[in-house]
């Protein structure tokens, strides 16, 4: 076990055996990997105050936000091992693989679509299905908004200019195969050891929402941002299914409850705050959007990210072609 493993790992057991309420029947131990001031730990500190409440106390509510107790993949297991019983993050394939759908590029054109798909029929078989994985998801959320692209090199006008740029994408295939179909060169890490390698010149740009850049700082080591609205994804509230199912039903109603007014209120606040935070973005980068024909060069070059999946069988096109449907039935 390395040193850093082994760190994260004492505090880990330090951190979830105190403050147990004695008085609590059931304790919800959840972590993620945003700073408390992000907005995904925001709709969870409404999540414990609202559950704890209505719960008149049955269900205590411990949450770690910044990545205290390790990366995505580290609180992940956690999960499966029972240390943690609730997380948020990348790593909602396991739960469910046909997740990965919602990344596809370009498969919904805004936050409405988004929005409509995350409330839909579709996406609630999803979330049945992550039972058989051992886990209950109940609310799925939006990932925090629309991808945006940012590097040092030079600005994205057109998707030639991705060619041959070292762009750190998060450690899931259908952001690396996107990252290769637009040209560039993929170095998949966690996103909280990203900022000292943009410093360093190791690594040209990344890609991801405005809210996400903002809150890891990465506009202090970036010169350029380019908006093509390309992808967002899923953000469900991944809990251990076993957990779960030991709260009495009058108790399970109440946390699905309160885990969709909270995921709708992460989903709320982040729309409404992307535009502000690409503006004060702006301050520290010299931000362009893509639109138009220019955009359609990025559509027509990540088709093929489509037929990938689609010929491993990690669903079907007519799988792809529901989550669409069911992204434009509001309308």
């Avoid at 997740?99 to 798909?117: G, S």
């Avoid at 049945?128 to 209950?136: D, F, K, P, Q």
Wanted: aromatic residues 10%; glycine residues 6%.
């Amino acid at each position: 076990m390395s040193v850093k493993r082994f760190f994260l790992a004492g505090v880990a057991c330090i951190i979830l055996s105190s403050g147990v309420s004695n008085a609590a029947d059931f304790t919800f131990k959840y972590a993620n990997d945003q700073p408390e001031s992000a907005i995904r730990s925001k709709s969870m500190i409404f999540f414990e105050q609202e559950l704890e409440k209505r719960s008149g106390g049955r269900i205590d509510v411990q949450n770690y936000f910044s990545g205290v107790l390790g990366t995505e993949r580290e609180m992940m297991d956690q999960l499966t091992t029972g240390l943690l019983q609730g997380t948020r993050g990348g790593m909602f394939a396991e739960a469910s693989a046909k997740y990965n759908i919602f990344l596809l590029p370009f498969l919904v054109e805004n936050w409405d679509q988004m929005e409509c798909l995350v409330k839909s029929d579709f996406t609630k078989s999803l979330q049945g299905e992550a039972a058989a994985n051992g886990y209950h998801i109940p609310a799925t959320g939006i990932s925090q908004g629309f991808r945006a692209h940012t590097n040092n090199v030079r600005p994205l006008t057109k998707v030639e200019d991705l060619q041959g740029l070292k762009m750190r994408v998060p450690q899931q295939e259908v952001y690396i195969e996107t990252a290769k179909a637009l040209g560039a060169s993929p170095q998949a890490m966690p996103f909280s050891e990203a900022y000292q390698a943009f410093k360093t010149g190791v690594i040209d740009g990344q890609d991801n929402p405005p809210a996400n850049i903002w809150d890891f700082k990465v506009h202090e080591v970036q010169k350029f941002m380019s908006i093509t609205n390309y992808s967002t994804g899923p953000d469900p509230l991944l809990v251990s299914k076993a957990w779960y199912d030991g709260l009495p039903a009058d108790l399970q109603k109440t946390f699905d409850e309160v885990a969709v007014e909270a995921l709708l209120l992460s989903d709320k606040m982040y729309r409404e705050a992307e535009a502000d935070l690409i503006k004060k973005m702006s301050e520290y980068v010299t931000v362009n959007y893509v639109e138009g024909d220019t955009l359609k060069g990025f559509q027509s070059a990540v088709q093929p990210v489509y037929d990938t999946f689609v010929n491993k069988g990690a669903f079907s096109m007519d799988e792809v072609n529901a989550a669409k449907a069911a992204a434009r039935s509001c309308s």
